[in-house]
């Protein structure tokens, strides 16, 4: 029933971007950094800077993934610098647009484009992995590259900021995701977002955490779009998955769903999970927050 209801609610449409012609990303780029090149929109701050090479401390570029409805620019204007400040390479990439709607896609077909990306980083950088550092979709939907993409050998560390792992039962929550709202009628990477999904049920079906890839999640209980908030959990071995909920630690920081992404307290598990080896350790993570 909830499900139906929030179906049925038509939001506010994306004013700033319906009717935005969107450039298709080609997969054969003249040199190797034209695929930073193309007119995907600014990135924040920090990232796709073609001459970045990683270093020995920290081997693995950061590819930063937008949740639905964002964009690089606007999900990742905080976190960009400061990984680009503690010495990493970082990138970033906007997908999947529906009717000029960033990330509102089908997730199959975005998860094609995350491929292409992350090959082109590959290439540019030379390095062997990345790491992924995503938000909402953005956490989830590189899962199906590395589960049926051939990305599992690719990616070192997979960190979701409040991902839709298992979907959500409350989809009209989607409204809160920028300012400017969506029709998620018209969105398919919604649909595919809701709980039960056939997406999900193939996504979720045996191993959820293919690879050597150590995987962090990261959520809010006030998390009002992926609901429950613990759908955002991922199964796995405790020495290669950690599942954070930020008010364990945090008892104090109310953040919710958007602004996670924005949030200082939450990119110390993020620094902690990619700085070492494995998942994220939050009691380490805390302990070395100034």
Known sequence: MVKQISLSITMLVFLSLLGTEHPQVSAENDSPDDFLTEEEG??????NDPECRPSEEHPEPVVLVPGTFETM????????????????CVFAL??????GVPASGPIEQ???ELKTFIDNVLELTGAEK???????????????????????????DLVGLVPSNHGTDGVA????????????ASCTACHQQLTGSDFLTNLNKGDETPGSTSYTVVTTRNDEVVVPYTSAYLNGP????????????????QIEHQNIAQDPLAFQFVFDALDHDGPADPDRAVALFK
Do not use: C, W
Not at 94 to 99: I, P, S, T
Not at 131 to 143: A, C, E, K, L, W
Not at 173 to 183: N, S, V
């Open 42 to 47: 600014p990135p924040p701050p920090g990232a």
């Open 73 to 88: 620019e606007r999900n990742f204007i905080n976190l960009s610098p400061m990984l680009k400040e503690k010495g990493y």
């Open 94 to 99: 906007n997908y999947g647009y529906e009717n």
């Open 110 to 112: 975005s998860a094609a």
């Open 130 to 156: 990345v790491s992924i550092v995503g938000h909402s979709q953005g956490g989830m939907m590189p899962r199906y590259y590395m589960k049926f993409l051939g990305g599992a050998d690719q990616v070192e």
């Open 173 to 184: 929550g989607f409204t809160e995701l920028t300012t400017t709202g969506a029709d998620v």
């Open 238 to 253: 405790e020495n290669k998955v950690v599942n954070i909920t930020i008010q364990d630690y945090y008892p104090y920081d």
